[in-house]
Nanobody
Framework: QAQLVESGGGWVRPGGSLRLSCAAS????????VGWFRQAPGKDREFVAA????????YYAASVKGRFTASRDNDKNMLYLQMNSLKPEDTAVYYC????????????????????WGQGTQVTVSS
């Protein structure tokens, strides 16, 4: 069973950058598919990015594509989300997640596909 811990959140001005990290422990990280989700106040949790295991592909929500880059380091059991050109609408609690198996691509958008979740880290974008 995996445990996930996010870090790197904070406050940044519009147009700025942040890099989120997610440290995984327990289980075999390289066998997990992983993802990032976010939840703004009063809104549902939404998909941000996902990566299949073993360099199987990286997928992004349209709202972040071209600005955010997800990556993983299986040797270090780490997951990252580089966020550039941040906008006020990116303000949310960001969560990393992981799951076991080989889900079809379209199911990676759904939070119910994932088995393990971090506690979340707050990202605030404002002037």
């Amino acid at each position: 069973q995996a445990q996930l811990v996010e870090s790197g959140g904070g406050w940044v001005r519009p147009g700025g950058s942040l890099r989120l990290s997610c440290a995984a422990s327990g289980g075999t990280f390289s066998t997990y598919f992983v993802g990032w989700f976010r939840q703004a106040p009063g809104k549902d949790r939404e998909f941000v990015a996902a990566m299949k295991r073993n360099r199987g592909g990286t997928y992004y929500a349209a709202s972040v594509k071209g600005r955010f880059t997800a990556s993983r380091d299986n040797d270090k059991n780490m997951l990252y989300l580089q966020m550039n050109s941040l906008k006020p609408e990116d303000t949310a609690v960001y969560y990393c997640a992981a799951g076991v198996g080989s889900p079809i691509m379209s199911s990676l958008w759904s939070s119910s596909t994932y088995d393990y979740w971090g506690q979340g880290t707050q990202v605030t974008v404002s002037s």
